[in-house]
């Protein structure tokens, strides 16, 4: 098993940062993909960024230039750098990890980033 906790959500104006932060603890060998999901008020959930182990990263189209997602594979934490944040940008943040060997997808318990006008 692999938990996952998450921290740096909160309150921001628009065109603020927020840099929110994931610590992978339990059985963390072989944690192939960890990444950032959001959920917005009353829509479904959707990846926001993702790293492999080998550091390849995958992002959505409208964070792209705006959020940065790193990786410490010795801390097994990762880290999402968000900028020039905007309203759009509200939501519960999840932080994931997968394991494909286990097929195993875990989840943090969330953390709200609100972006104001």
């Known amino acids: 098993q692999v938990q996952l906790v998450e921290s740096g959500g909160g309150l921001v104006q628009a065109g603020g940062s927020l840099t929110l932060s994931c610590t992978a603890s339990g059985t963390t060998f072989n944690i192939n993909v960890m990444g950032w999901y959001r959920q917005p008020p009353g829509k479904q959930r959707e990846l926001v960024a993702s790293?492999?182990?080998?550091?390849?990263?995958n992002s959505a189209d409208s964070v792209k230039g705006r959020f940065t997602i790193s990786r410490d594979n010795a801390k097994n934490t990762v880290t999402l750098q968000m900028n020039s944040l905007e309203p759009d940008d509200t939501a519960v943040y999840y932080c994931?990890?997968?394991?494909?060997?286990?097929?195993?997808?875990?989840w943090g318990q969330g953390t709200q980033v609100t972006v104001s006008s």
């Open positions: 790293i492999t182990s080998g550091g390849s990263t």
């Open positions: 994931n990890a997968k394991q494909y060997y286990y097929m195993k997808d875990y």
